[in-house]
């Protein structure tokens, strides 16, 4: 299984970040696990931002739900992070992640059969 973020290295503020998470070696489609987004700002601890998981059932961290989206093209088999209204404080490197659900309530990066990307540097700046 691999999974590799794509998506603009360089953002303005006000802007929207799409990035996904294009998945090999096992399929998107609603299953068990939680297809998954987390982040670390520099400096910062990391921030485990949503899923979505069985069903097209999404969760967003409440911090960032008023402006975030994330969704699944089984077709394609990838995943997508949307992030509205961008704002340097969103700048970090974003991580995609098949996570077992028992890992995203553990906010664990050790789970054995979880699978992460490599992560992708964003950079909000004018």
């Known amino acids: 299984v691999q999974l590799q973020e794509s998506g603009p290295g360089l953002v303005k503020p006000s802007q929207t970040l799409s990035l996904t998470c294009t998945v090999s070696g096992t399929s998107v489609a609603p299953n068990y696990y939680y297809w998954s987004w987390i982040r670390q700002p520099p400096g910062k601890e990391v921030e485990w931002i949503g899923h979505i998981g069985y069903s097209d059932i999404t969760y967003v961290t409440p911090s960032l739900k008023s402006r975030t989206s994330i969704s699944r093209d089984s077709s394609k088999n990838t995943f997508t992070l949307q992030v509205d209204s961008v704002t340097p404080e969103d700048t970090g490197v974003y991580t995609c992640?098949?996570?077992?659900?028992?890992?995203?309530?553990?906010?664990?990066?050790?789970?054995?059969?979880?699978?992460w990307g490599p992560g992708i540097q964003v950079i909000v700046s004018s």
């Open positions: 992640a098949r996570l077992d659900p028992r890992s995203w309530y553990q906010r664990t990066k050790e789970g054995e059969n979880d699978y």
